[in-house]
Nanobody, 116 residues
Framework: QVELVESGGGSVQAGGSLRLSCAAS????????RGWFRQAPGKAREFVAG????????YYATSVKGRFTISRDNAKNTVYLQMNSLKPEDTAVYYC?????????WGQGTQVTVSS
């Protein structure tokens, strides 16, 4: 069983930055893409960014392209999300998972709040 633990969330003003981390423990996923997702209050969970594990190729939702950067550390089995130029509409709980997501691997998420 794999456990995913997200961290790094917080409260920032618009234009600020945060770096999220997602550490995986237990059995590894192998060569499966990992992704970041978010859910704002009253909205459905949405895809934010993903990375193909072995190749390290990243891909993004249009809304965050150019502002967010996803990366991974294979040795640490950890995925990061560097978020720059944050906007109030980025406020949400951020989750990591495989991409496409596995229902068994949703964690608690980490709250990101951006004030104007």
């Amino acid at each position: 069983q794999v456990e995913l633990v997200e961290s790094g969330g917080g409260s920032v003003q618009a234009g600020g930055s945060l770096r999220l981390s997602c550490a995986a423990s237990g059995r590894t996923f192998g060569d499966i893409a990992r992704g970041w997702f978010r859910q704002a209050p009253g909205k459905a969970r949405e895809f934010v960014a993903g990375v193909r594990w072995s190749a390290g190729v990243a891909y993004y939702a249009t809304s965050v392209k150019g502002r967010f950067t996803i990366s991974r550390d294979n040795a640490k089995n950890t995925v990061y999300l560097q978020m720059n130029s944050l906007k109030p509409e980025d406020t949400a709980v951020y989750y990591c998972n495989t991409d496409p997501p596995d229902l068994d691997h949703w964690g608690q998420g980490t709250q990101v709040t951006v004030s104007s």
